[in-house]
């Protein structure tokens, strides 16, 4: 049984009879799920993510004057629920965890982008896609009040245009810095080693392009080939990618140096595609400026190349 689902039969048969019951005003104007931590949240949960942190459980959201009120009482309640469903051992409440038990809608996402909704352009810039992947994971059940997905309706699908079209041009400089002309040149140099750290950036800052381009927040690092493979636009330069991450450095120099090129191939004919470059050339910094060139709000668009 997949994470998502027991959270949810748990909640379903156990949480929220026993919670309503006893606070039944709270619980109508409190959100319910999980979210945040864990593969189980993005749904890549498998037996060998259940050594830790896996089993029956999920997050109370409450308003920040709720929380103060009965905050401390509803995770008394919590914690009486039982500790066995279905065969798993309900998930611990660990102090700062952010993973299962009551807190304030206002704390969850703060512990992940410092804020709830950002208010500038310049603070979206800032925050990792990982973050954002990770408070807009899982599921709600419930949201009475409907605080806590308001936020995150306003957090999802992707980062306001501008800001994702700065985030395009960054990937689209580091895949040639990286990939097109450092990856050659350190293998020029018989430096394998630097060869293999080119090689990582290429791929961290392709597969940020396919999520950026699918208007998609990219993943915890492991994660980001297993969320990759449901993707559409780029979808081409997956299985060149995956050749590359699975190749040796010394043997397969040829075959890794095609693979780039192909991929960053498929890359810009997706930026063409939506409208994103106008540059030409197979070299990807040129569509990285042309990127540039749609960005509206004038601070973003006049950062460097490589900034976010």
């Known amino acids: 049984m997949k994470g998502l689902e027991l959270c949810r039969l748990y909640y379903d048969e156990v949480g929220a009879p026993a919670l309503k019951a006893r606070f039944p005003g709270l619980m109508g104007?409190?959100?319910?799920?999980?979210?945040?931590?864990?593969?189980?949240?993005?749904?890549?949960?498998?037996?060998?993510?259940?050594?830790?942190?896996?089993?029956?459980?999920?997050?109370?959201?409450?308003?920040?004057?709720?929380?103060?009120?009965?905050?401390?009482?509803l995770q008394a309640a919590y914690e009486e629920l039982p500790r066995e469903f279905r065969g798993y051992a309900r998930k611990p409440t660990h102090t700062g965890s952010q993973r299962v038990g009551v807190m304030r809608t206002t704390d969850f996402y703060n512990y992940y982008i410092g804020c709830t909704v950002p208010e500038s352009l310049m603070k979206w810039v800032r925050i990792q896609e990982h973050f954002l992947a990770t408070c807009t994971s899982g599921e709600v059940f419930e949201d009475g009040l409907g605080e806590f997905t308001a936020i995150r309706n306003a957090l999802l699908p992707c980062y306001p245009e501008d800001v994702r079209l700065k985030k395009l041009a960054a990937r689209a400089a580091t895949m040639a810095q990286a990939g097109q002309y450092n990856y050659f040149r350190m293998m020029r140099r018989g430096d394998v080693f630097g060869a293999r750290l080119a090689l990582a950036e290429f791929l961290n800052a392709s597969l940020s392009m396919m999520y950026l381009l699918n208007f998609r927040y990219e993943p915890f690092y492991k994660w980001q080939f297993a969320g990759a493979g449901g993707l559409v636009a780029m979808a081409d330069a997956l299985p060149y990618l995956k050749d590359i991450a699975a190749s040796s450095t010394r043997r397969d120099e040829r075959a890794i140096g095609n693979d780039i090129e192909r991929a960053c191939a498929v890359a810009i004919s997706?930026?063409?595609?939506?409208?994103?470059?106008?540059?030409?050339?197979?070299?990807?910094?040129?569509?990285?400026?042309?990127?540039?060139?749609?960005?509206?709000?004038?601070?973003?668009?006049?950062?460097?190349?490589?900034?976010?």
């Open 29 to 73: 104007r409190a959100a319910v799920g999980p979210a945040g931590q864990g593969s189980d949240c993005l749904g890549f949960d498998d037996e060998y993510s259940r050594d830790h942190d896996f089993g029956p459980g999920f997050l109370i959201w409450l308003t920040d004057a709720d929380f103060e009120e009965y905050g401390a009482e």
């Open 270 to 308: 997706e930026l063409k595609l939506q409208g994103l470059t106008n540059a030409d050339g197979d070299y990807m910094e040129p569509h990285a400026y042309s990127i540039m060139a749609h960005i509206e709000d004038e601070t973003i668009r006049n950062l460097h190349v490589m900034e976010g």
